[in-house]
Structures are given as structure tokens and as C-alpha cells.
């Protein structure tokens, strides 16, 4: 394999690890929902909700009213396709919301990948949310869920998100959205910014959400949510549209507290210029056009979705949001820093085995000489700690741990260690728990493992999904972190009847761990973050060396200590 550094020099880190990413995006998108019919042959009662936005059908089932497919702006479609989305016009009379809304125009899953989905109805019309409340709520917090799928796969009508359960035992008002994905999501491109009053493209994916989250605020009263006790949360590429949110000052004030499940706070590209070793994000985007053999936009708008997706896919376009100065205006880590972030209570975590069902983003695993010699030659001074806390008697361990650590449990940690400073309490978790199917495949604690224990969905994690055990113990754990969540959305404490308490992060790094049960583990993972905070402020410093995906063996020479890294 090609050094990083190489592919940098010749400007193609974001193709090619776009390409190996594509190739597996499905990794990060559980199970869809196969049908958008929502409500079946089951008895259940009609409910009316009188929105601001015009009244809507729902259906109560089992005591807990749920509102699906209803629109929060208009089909991006025609002109509309890569611009900023707008917002549904109020109706007259009753509009139906008892069927899921379409997915978002995505690739076809891959069978093999325990992600596999199988989608219903997908359109481009397809920016719609859905609500699942207590029929007497009042006042009630608010949880938005953002899906994950690398922002390129998923739905908020996947099973696993079914926020029937939240509702109905944790008195929660649930909300899960789509948004644009892929490259009718995210493309950023000369022709899209000439275009814009603002002189910006991309971030379309994002500003769907935020157009979301304003919906949420003036509409969730008239289901018994308090628009002032919004809590976003996601997990993976949801989980990054988390931090963005939280980044963007266009997000400011839309939401109270924050969840980031397995988040990673990347290096992204300027719209218009290199930065930190990537090329401008609309340098990107021509070079796609020139690949799909497309002349300009107006072409690329006459093409039908479907195979703008697919041209995309096989031109190995990788999709992620853009610095624009307008919904983001620098490196996420970089607005924590001066402190411009929302100012919001953040729950945060990431799986130990988060790379055991990403191995895509593994480099092969070399001979230990080699692995010794990579490492000392990518990290200088700091490898004897790095062969310390990765060693090379036990190479495949310290390459998952290693990937895992600098993408997701570095993210984790400094999201929490960011809102702690800023005075804000934050929470900080590890999930380890396993089963015997997952330990069968050597899955323990994988990548989005830890949804279906968030959602009491269980029962919807089913083949190819490794099958969880219907026993008290998994219930058990469910039923505690569903009670976690629940707290920290309510009042910014996680708190569980029964189970431990939660500490806050702190001066020692406090922790809970997710094994057989909650615990909490002062110090987790601290000699682990040091590390790679290190690594990244040195990168960020040199200002020409992206701080992800190049990790381990590929490490470029590490740049010098600097006074900012003290």
C-alpha cells in the first residue's frame, strides 16, 4: 500500500479513501425498515395533531401516538437539487402521516455486510421526519435522532430507531429525520456556488437538519415536546452531523443537549482552497464531474437520481461537509477550541470493537519488524509510548485499537473534555459489551452495537445482525441505558434506577463502561487520548497533514513539537 503521505502529495487522499469507503458505506447503516406502509393490519385508533404547520392523521398504537412522513420541506428536486431546502408551505384540511416517507436516493446495500438494508420506497422527495409520543404528553423532552450510514445510507424509519419504547417507558418525545445523503447531499462544485446568493456549495445534507431542528422547535409543542428540551443525538455519521450541528453557528440555539454516539471529528476541506493537506472541496467535485464524464451542472441536473448515485459511487465520490465559512466556518476541533461551539451538555462514547465491522478502514497488518519500524518512523519521539499502548507482540489487537482510538475514542473524549472546560457537565462512556453470536463472527462491542440497547429494539436487530440473546441480562442492559439516555435528555444527568451513577467527566477522565453491566472506570482511556491529542495538535499545527485515516503504519514523519501542543 502507498504511503499516505504519497497519495497526499499527489492530490488524491480524498479519492481514494473515498473509493474504500464507498466500496463498504454500508458498514454503518443498520437495518432498514422494508416497508414504509408503518401501520399494518393491527388495530389501532386514529390521532389528530394540530400543528402550526397544518394538522395531521396519526395513529395511537399501544397507548403511544406516532406521526410518520411528514414533510419538512419541499421535494429537493428540479432547481431545488443542491440548494438550501424549502420549507413545506403551512396547509389547510388534514394531511395523512401514518406511512414512513421514502428513503433518501442511496446505493444498493452490499448482502454480505451484517448492514445489509432493505430499502422500501426511495425518492428524492424525500425530506420528511417522524414522531412517536406519549398520548398525554406535556412539556415532554425532545430526542432527534440523526441516522447514521456515512452520509451516504439510511432512514429514519430504520427498525432499529422506532422510538415507541422511549415514548412509552421513558416518557420521551421522539423524533427521527432524513436528510440529503451522498452526492445529492454534499456535492460541492464552482457551477452549485456561482449559483448561491452566498457564494457556497455543499452542506446540503446539513442544512436539511437544520431545517429539520427549526421545524422541531416550532411545531413539537402541539405534540406534547418542549421546544426548549431538545436533545440531538446520532451515532456514527449521525453522530458527526451531531458535532456539526454544534459547530454551525446557522445550528445556534436549536437544540439544549447533545449525543454523540461513535462520532468522528475528522479534517474536512475548504470549499475554495487547500487546507490541511486536502484539496478544496469544489476542486473535488470538478474532478467528480470530470469522472462521470458529466460536462457541467445543468447535465448533471437533467440526469435522473438514480444515476447520478451510481456514477458517483463507481467515480469513488465520498461524501462530507465543507468548510464554507457560511454553516461552518473552520475545522470542528478548531471551534471547539476557541470555544465557539453550542454550549450544550454532550453524552458521548465509542464501541471497543468499532473497527472489528469496519475493516475497510484497516491498512493490511504487516510482519512485526515492519510494524516496528513503520511506527517509529511515522511517530518519532512518541513511539516508544505508541509501541507501549499498541505493541507489536499483538499486532492485529493494536491496529483495531489503534484506528478505533484515533478516530472514535479520541473524538469522544474531546468532545466531553471540550464542554467540560467551557464549565459545561459532560458524560463519557465505553461500550464493551458483547454476545455469543457477535463473539462467534469476532465482533465483540462492534461499530453500532450499542443502538438497539439506546432503543429497546432488541427484537429488530435481525439476521445478518449478529442476534441478541433475549434474556434478562440483555434486557437488563437495555432497559439501564435506555434509562441513562432518557435522563441525560430530560435534565443533563444520566442516571439509571438501580444501576451505578453516572460521574461526570473530569480531572480523571471518569468514565462508565458498558460490559455485562454499567460501571464507572476512572481513567478510561486516558493514556489513549493523551496520545493521540498529541498527534493531532502537532498535524494541525504543521497545517499541511490531515489527522485521521493516516494513523499507525501509515503515518506520515510526525511534524515537531510546537509551543501550542503544551
Partial sequence: MPRLDRLLAEGLQVRRVGAALALLVLSVSPLLVTSCAGVDAMSVDSVVADTPAGSLLGANEDGIDVYRGIPYALAPTGERRWAPPAAVPDWEGQREAQAFGPAC????????????????AVSEDCLSLNVWT?????????????????????????????????????GLVVVTINYRLGVLGYLAHPGLSAESEQGISGNYGLMDQILALKWVERNIAAFGGNPDNVTVAGESAGALSTVLLMTSPKAKGLFDKAIAQSAYMVTMSALKEETNGLPSAESVGSDLLDRMGVEDIDALRAMPAGKIVGLAGKAGYFPFAVIDDVYLTDQMVATFDKGEQAPVPVLAGFNEGEIRSLRFLLPPIPKQDAYETAIRTGYGELADEFLNIYPSDSLESSMLATTRDAMYGWTAERLAASQTSQG????????????????????????????????????????????????????????????????????????????????????????????????????????RYALHEEVVCRRRAAANIPWNWN????????????????
Fill in 424 to 527: 459545561i457537565p459532560s458524560f463519557f462512556y465505553l461500550f464493551d459489551h458483547s454476545y455469543p453470536a457477535a463473539d462467534r463472527w469476532g465482533l465483540h462491542a462492534f461499530h453500532a452495537a450499542e443502538i438497539p440497547y439506546v432503543f429497546g429494539t432488541m427484537s429488530e436487530a435481525v439476521a445478518p445482525w449478529p442476534e441478541i440473546p433475549n434474556t434478562d441480562e440483555e434486557r437488563g442492559l437495555s432497559q439501564a441505558m435506555m434509562a441513562y439516555w432518557a435522563s441525560f435528555a430530560r435534565d443533563g444527568y444520566p442516571a439509571a434506577v438501580g444501576a451505578a451513577e453516572w460521574p461526570s467527566y473530569g480531572d480523571k477522565a471518569t468514565g462508565m463502561v458498558f460490559a455485562e453491566h454499567p460501571q464507572p472506570w476512572p481513567m478510561l482511556a486516558r493514556e
Fill in 551 to 566: 494513523v499507525g503504519v501509515l503515518s506520515p514523519p510526525l511534524p515537531p513539537k510546537d509551543p501550542k501542543c503544551q
Fill in 134 to 170: 406519549p398520548e398525554d404528553a406535556k412539556d415532554a423532552p425532545v430526542f432527534v435522532w440523526i441516522h447514521g450510514g456515512s452520509l451516504t445510507t439510511g432512514a429514519g424509519s430504520q427498525a432499529m430507531y422506532d422510538g415507541a419504547r422511549m415514548a412509552r417507558e421513558q
Fill in 105 to 120: 436516493p442511496q446505493p444498493e446495500s452490499r448482502a454480505q455486510s451484517i448492514y445489509a438494508t432493505e430499502l422500501g
